[in-house]
């Protein structure tokens, strides 16, 4: 069984359109996370949430929404994609704060 | 604010060779430190962490890493590296005790390349 999975694994769009990402974790973790693989792949943190509460919101630009339903998935949506939003985007949880984070194998945008 | 720096972008090994990956972190307080694993076209995995207590930990497949706490550094080693350790390693800290919001900083990653 997957411990955090994310639909789709590619995702491939144009300029202006709306997209999701979906996240569901089977891990019974309290928190889940997503955070943004540049070209470089360097990592940053987008968002997080614990409990379906909102706790961490970087600097990310207000065409990115996250969203919980429950605990156990964490959605990102995407509104009027750009070209700078290629990236594979990476779901995580984690049962605390202080407990490593268990990644889901990451959906690859291609912005066209 | 935080930061992680690994040194190393690109280190290519002979197999059998010994590894160390450096890297130092910029917090004055108490910290939680990682170090993931990224195999081509994967996801991370975790190979190793560091909370509190004996300095020196071991992960898995034979990696180690020692926190030294007055030069901010946590070095991944491994005596040994095999074609299989081809990847993306990145470290990473996150700020213990009550401040904690679960919130991991990256290094920029290593790529390490072990020809066989």
């Known amino acids: 069984d997957t411990a955090v999975s994310q639909t789709p694994k590619y995702l491939v769009t144009q300029m202006g359109n709306d997209k999701s990402i979906k996240c569901e974790q089977n891990?019974?973790?309290?928190?889940m996370y997503w955070y943004k693989q540049d070209s470089k792949k360097f990592l940053k943190i987008m968002f997080s949430?614990?409990?379906?509460?909102?706790?961490i919101n970087e600097t990310v630009p207000n065409r990115f929404s996250p969203k919980s339903p429950d605990k156990a998935h964490l959605n990102l949506h995407i509104n009027s994609l750009e070209l700078g939003d290629s990236a594979v985007y990476f779901c995580?949880?984690?049962?605390?704060?202080?407990?490593?984070?268990?990644f889901g194998n990451g959906t690859r945008l291609t912005v066209t | 604010a935080q930061s992680v720096s690994q040194h190393n972008h690109h280190v290519i090994l002979s197999e059998a060779a010994s590894l160390e990956l450096g890297c130092n972190y910029s917090?004055?307080?108490?910290?939680?430190l990682f170090w993931y694993v990224q195999y081509p076209g994967q996801h991370l995995q975790l190979l190793l962490k560091y909370f509190s207590g004996d300095p020196l930990v071991k992960g898995i497949k034979g990696f180690e890493a020692e926190f030294i706490k007055s030069k901010f550094s946590f070095n991944l080693r491994k005596p040994s590296v095999q074609w299989s350790d081809t990847a993306e390693y990145f470290c990473a800290v996150n700020p213990g005790g009550s401040s904690n919001t679960g919130k991991l900083i990256f290094g920029q990653g290593t790529t390490l390349q072990v020809k066989p």
């Open positions: 995580a949880s984690s049962p605390s704060y202080n407990s490593p984070l268990h």
């Open positions: 917090y004055g307080g108490t910290v939680n």
């Open positions: 949430y614990n409990n379906k509460e909102l706790i």
């Open positions: 891990l019974g973790h309290d928190t």
